[in-house]
């Protein structure tokens, strides 16, 4: 079997989708399928080749001009998106075209899976105006939201079948007219046996950011504002009046880094901070290791309540502790108080609180790591997930859409 995807952006990019996506693909692979793969215009990587293969993947990329006049980017793109397909296409012969969120990469497959007879697959991982409105270029139920969601049910009601990564997806997928056998849960999942269990902090590190003989509170990822880390600033102050020791590392940036930088100054905790800025993919795992508890304050919004992040599952596998607002996304995948800690999402209250009474318990932390490690290993890892596209290709490729849901 011949599988075309059909990607945003991919390695040598660092994000959460990359690493997903190679995951996906590899497991894939080992499963006997062929893959190929296409990234869209906004891979933008630099090189301007055609083609480049890294760790191992081949990947063609997709030409593109912006356009001169402002609000036609997206248009122009997905016009690039589809030639570019269709070319391979017609070249390759795959037998199934995959096509991964956001919607500007269905739409491309969409039009060449009719063109030229091959089925095609859309895998939800966010619905991109969600994701416009959160990130700040949008308004919920603006001109600019209202178009781009008509756009993501055209296309969700007319490629053959839809997976997505999680249930708070799927029901609103659902929602939008779908039958339940056309949409399927393929899971985020990680690779447990790359992860290191309980790696002991390196002193030389801890000295250089000020940490040595602190209690870490930790975050490492992007500085968006649904992320909610002003939030754990803002209850940094309760923590320090009756845990002094306790410290907060932010490894990582975005385009909240500086409203952060200036929000611990005005709490007059800056000296309680450390930002190390953004760092090397392969240096992360040692600032994971000085993290006591990892903090995921997301806010309640659309986009938190109906996706489930990486973050968490990577946390579990190395089995490590952690404390989750109780956003839908993360109810997916934490059970409280079994393999993790949650607390009201958007309460600073709340998870003071809540990080204190964690702290105090430590006769309860190798409970908590060891079921959520245990939780990764049987339930969310890339074969146990990807093993779930095998009765959708198959059905697609055989002429006819199966349940496999």
């Known amino acids: 079997m011949k599988i075309l995807h059909v990607l945003d952006h991919s390695i040598p990019l660092h994000s959460g989708y990359t690493f997903r996506t190679a995951a996906i693909l ?102 991109w105006e969600d994701a416009a409105v959160d990130h700040g270029t949008s308004r919920e139920n603006g001109l600019r939201y209202r178009l781009t969601r008509a756009l993501e049910t055209y296309a969700l009601r007319r490629v053959d079948h839809v997976t997505t990564i999680c249930q708070g997806l799927r029901q609103d997928i659902l929602a939008r007219g779908l039958p339940e056998q056309r949409v399927t849960v393929i899971p985020n999942a990680v690779d447990a046996d790359a992860f290191r269990l309980g790696g002991a902090p390196e002193p030389e590190l801890a000295a250089e950011l000020g940490l040595t003989g602190a209690t870490v509170l930790g975050f490492i990822g992007s500085f968006y504002a649904y992320e909610g880390l002003n939030l754990l600033l803002d209850a940094l102050p309760r923590i320090l009046a009756q845990a002094p020791q306790v410290r907060v590392l932010l490894v990582g940036g975005g385009v909240q880094a500086d409203r952060l930088q200036g929000q611990a100054e005005q709490l007059g905790i800056a000296d309680k901070v450390v930002f190390t800025g953004r760092v090397p993919h392969d240096q992360v ?55 993790g800690w949650l607390f009201p999402a958007g309460d600073a209250q709340a998870l003071a609180e809540t990080a204190l009474k964690i702290l105090a318990q430590p006769e309860h932390w190798s409970r908590i790591t060891r079921a959520g490690r245990r939780f990764v290993e049987e339930e969310r890892t890339w074969r146990a997930s990807v093993v779930r596209y095998q009765p959708i290709y198959q059905a697609l490729t055989q002429g006819a859409i199966a349940d496999a849901g």
């Open 26 to 127: 590899r497991e894939q692979r080992r499963l006997g399928w062929e893959t190929l793969h296409l990234t869209s215009p906004k891979q933008l990587d630099g090189s301007g080749a055609m083609e480049q293969t890294v760790d191992g993947l081949h990947f063609y990329r997709t030409p593109y001009t912006p356009p001169a006049l402002p609000g036609l980017g997206e248009w122009r793109l997905i016009a690039a998106l589809t030639k570019r397909l269709e070319s391979l296409a017609r070249t390759l012969h795959p037998d199934l075209i995959h096509a991964h969120s956001p919607v500007l990469n269905a739409i491309p497959a969409l039009r060449v899976g009719r063109r030229l007879g091959i089925p095609t697959v859309y895998e939800v991982r966010a619905f």
């Open 285 to 339: 795992q040692r600032y994971y290791d000085l993290v006591d508890l990892l903090v995921y304050p997301r806010l309640s919004m659309r986009l938190t309540e109906l996706v489930t992040p990486l973050k968490p599952l990577e946390a579990m596998a190395q089995g490590r502790l952690l404390l989750a607002s109780d956003v839908g996304g993360h109810r997916e995948l934490i059970r409280d108080d079994e393999t």
